[in-house]
């Protein structure tokens, strides 16, 4: 209404969020196994959380962008780095995640191969390599996983920057978001580990060593 016209960063955004739905519709198979809905239950606080914080604290970037007209203006050379950078990250985040939840649906015997857009290169893993464990459930050390043990968790960071990034740096409110999923994830990557040593015990640590790595290689 100000402009008269949608801005690049404002195209990043949309794009952005637009990644992070799709991403939900086309998995949809993989909900019931995230944390938040195996691990935390999916309670009354979550479920607060995702109506009322995740609609301020994900689009603080867009609704900043609405007040920064100078921002159209900058040089193209930026948005384009924040662009290839985010699709980047987004594709990393996105087959690394489709290789764990595939590789566990081939060992039951029950995966099947669907078209849903995008369907990205490498996203299923021909004859993985896996840890056996003594709890019975093999850990995947192969694709991305051999890389680190929670690089999912580091592209998400990425993105959660890039966000911030498109905004510039005149104010802090971009990257709330940032530093509010930097934190949360520490945090969630403590309480996993906690869970999967008591899990897997000796196991555990003899995958450590295999994968020594955790947010980056």
Aim: net charge positive; aromatic share 20%; with cysteine.
């Amino acid at each position: 209404d100000t402009e008269g016209k949608i801005g690049a960063p404002m195209y990043l955004m949309l794009l952005a969020h637009g990644l992070y739905t799709n991403a939900v519709m086309k998995g949809e198979e993989c909900i019931v196994s995230t944390w938040d809905i195996f691990y935390e239950k999916w309670g009354w606080m979550l479920i607060f959380w995702n109506f009322t914080g995740v609609p301020f604290v994900y689009c603080a970037q867009s609704l900043f962008l609405t007040k920064q007209h100078i921002l159209y203006h900058r040089h193209p050379l930026i948005t384009a780095t924040l662009f290839v950078i985010l699709l980047g990250a987004y594709y990393i985040w996105d087959t690394s995640q489709s290789q764990k939840n595939r590789f566990r649906l081939q060992l039951r015997g029950c995966f099947v191969q669907r078209n849903t857009f995008p369907q990205l290169p490498w996203g299923t893993l021909t004859d993985p390599k896996y840890m056996k464990t003594k709890a019975g459930s093999p850990l995947l050390i192969d694709g991305w996983w051999k890389y680190a043990r929670k690089i999912h968790y580091t592209m998400d960071v990425i993105m959660a920057l890039v966000w911030g990034f498109n905004c510039g740096i005149s104010h802090a409110l971009p990257y709330l978001y940032f530093f509010f999923f930097l934190t949360m994830i520490i945090h969630r990557y403590l309480r996993d580990r906690q869970r999967l040593v008591a899990k897997y015990q000796q196991d555990w640590y003899e995958y450590e060593k295999i994968v020594p790595y955790v947010f980056i290689p």
